[in-house]
């Protein structure tokens, strides 16, 4: 691409940034959510565009010009001030889930490698259950001994359910951050603990369907499993997603790919917090309460399906409609930001 095609083709979302920013500076709570979603996808444009001028054109003023705007709008969307409660309304409504939309095919891999090993550690406990040992070590002998007496260990006392919520919740914030921090060498940590975990929970699974208590544990799980496992896929998925910036950057450099990478994964599992929450209530006081356990599957499924649907459809912009799609530019539903 030659410079005059480059600045042909790239002007006018530069320029449209440029008004944005010039409305933010003075009041970003003036933009509405559009206008603050159009804010995030022309600033990705910009530092895309400005990847490519580096590459090609090194020493003209269009690169130099670039920095400086994608600087600017760095400030803007980054900027350390304090979150207002529209801004943290947005960011649920549109950006999180957009987000996890995002990354969604890293999720996806971190799923499959921690259902692959669960199965595989499920198989070989339920047909040997020696083989236990072999995946979990000498450290898992009482466990052992408790279910081979026909006892599990999923009944918290309601006097003590309350600290038991907060520990199970600070339990699934480390996991989460771990499993996300993983990401920082090339995403094998990441996947190192995500088949750990997958070992773990499928070779327990395989020794209480050895001993006929597997339908105990499923009970137990089966109120929170659904949200909890969603958000350790989810961190999964943004630390491989930013092991695979590590190692195919693009047109960026390793680093700024690595600190693009991140800052997003770090606002999806923010972003998952009040979830880890929920989970853990949940946990602490349903999962081993007498509640029959068609009410907890029931409770499963519902909180589960709902955060999906939450995930893969709130925040998509509208597709138009074949109407919208023959009005000239200059009624185009986005020409306000148009130069």
């Known amino acids: ?35 603050l979603d159009e804010l995030g996808r022309l600033y990705r444009m910009v ?7 580096q590459r090609d054109f090194p020493t003209q003023q269009v690169t ?10 760095h400030s803007v969307i980054y900027g350390g001030g304090p979150i207002s409660r529209r801004a943290l309304a947005t960011f649920y409504t549109a950006g999180f889930p957009q987000l996890y939309r995002a990354i969604l095919p890293y999720t996806t891999v971190a799923f ?7 199965l595989i550690a499920f198989v070989l406990v339920w047909r040997d259950p020696h083989a236990i040992y072999v995946i979990q070590g000498a450290a898992v002998e009482p466990l052992v001994r408790q279910v081979e007496a026909g006892n599990l260990w999923t009944d918290i006392p309601p006097a003590v359910r309350s600290a038991a919520s907060a520990t199970i919740l600070t339990n699934n914030i480390q996991v989460t951050f771990i499993t996300f921090a993983g990401g920082i060498s090339a995403g094998i940590f990441t996947a190192w603990i995500l088949a750990l975990n997958g070992l773990h ?24 499993g659904p949200v909890e496992l969603s958000i350790i896929f989810a961190a999964g998925g943004c630390g491989l997603y930013v092991g695979d910036g590590l190692l195919r950057p693009g047109l960026q450099s390793r680093r700024a790919a690595l600190v693009r990478r991140a800052r ?18 949940i946990e602490g006081f349903i999962s081993p309460s007498g509640a029959p356990w068609l009410l907890k599957v029931a409770i499963g499924l519902l909180t589960g399906g709902a955060l999906h649907f939450y995930w893969l459809r709130a925040g998509r912009r509208p597709t138009k409609t074949p109407a919208d799609q023959t009005l000239p530019d200059n009624h185009a539903p986005n020409a306000h930001v148009q130069p």
């Open 1 to 35: 691409m030659n410079l005059e095609r480059f600045l042909q083709q790239r002007k006018p979302n530069w320029q449209a940034l440029e008004t944005l920013l010039q409305r933010a500076s003075r009041n970003l709570g003036e933009l509405s959510a559009g206008e």
């Open 201 to 224: 929970i499928g070779s327990i699974f395989g020794l209480l369907q050895f001993h006929g208590l597997a339908l105990g544990l499923a009970e137990f799980v089966a109120a929170h």
């Open 264 to 281: 997003q994964s770090v606002q999806l599992i923010l972003g998952c917090a009040p979830l880890l929450v929920f989970s853990g209530i």
């Open 112 to 118: 499959v490698l921690f259902l692959l090993t669960a």
């Open 64 to 73: 130099h010009y670039l920095n400086q705007l994608a600087g600017r709008a």
């Open 47 to 53: 530092t895309s565009d400005l990847a490519l001028a």
